[in-house]
């Protein structure tokens, strides 16, 4: 079994910084692609960054240049480096994997979610 467990949250004030973390454990041949997601209240889950095996990273215009993903495969752990954050911000943050445990079988693990909160 694989699990994801997200960490880093936090209240902080606008245009303070925090960094989440998504550590991987469990049975993993290969970790694919890593990425964090945000809900907001009464909002629908957005695409906040993805990063791929080789280290090719995605953002999202909303947060392009404020957000920075990276990960250490060696310790399976994704990060989420937040500055300058906003109160839009303030949202519950997931983090997802595409885990490969055993040959052909590749799935898409999500975390429990970390509050992030912003306050103005």
């Known amino acids: 079994q694989v699990q994801l467990v997200e960490s880093g949250g936090g209240l902080v004030q606008a245009g303070g910084s925090l960094r989440l973390s998504c550590a991987a454990s469990?049975?993993?041949?290969?970790?694919?692609?890593m990425g964090w997601h945000r809900q907001a209240p009464g909002k629908q889950r957005e695409l906040v960054a993805t990063?791929?095996?080789?280290?090719?990273?995605n953002t999202a215009e909303s947060v392009k240049g404020r957000f920075t993903i990276s990960r250490d495969n060696a310790k399976n752990t994704a990060y989420l480096q937040m500055n300058s954050l906003k109160p839009e911000d303030t949202a519950v943050y997931y983090c997802?994997?595409?885990?490969?445990?055993?040959?052909?079988?590749?799935?898409?693990?999500w975390g429990q979610g970390t509050q992030v909160t912003v306050s103005s």
């Open positions: 990063i791929s095996s080789g280290g090719s990273t």
């Open positions: 997802n994997a595409d885990i490969t445990s055993w040959p052909g079988d590749e799935y898409d693990y």
């Open positions: 469990g049975r993993i041949l290969r970790i694919n692609g």
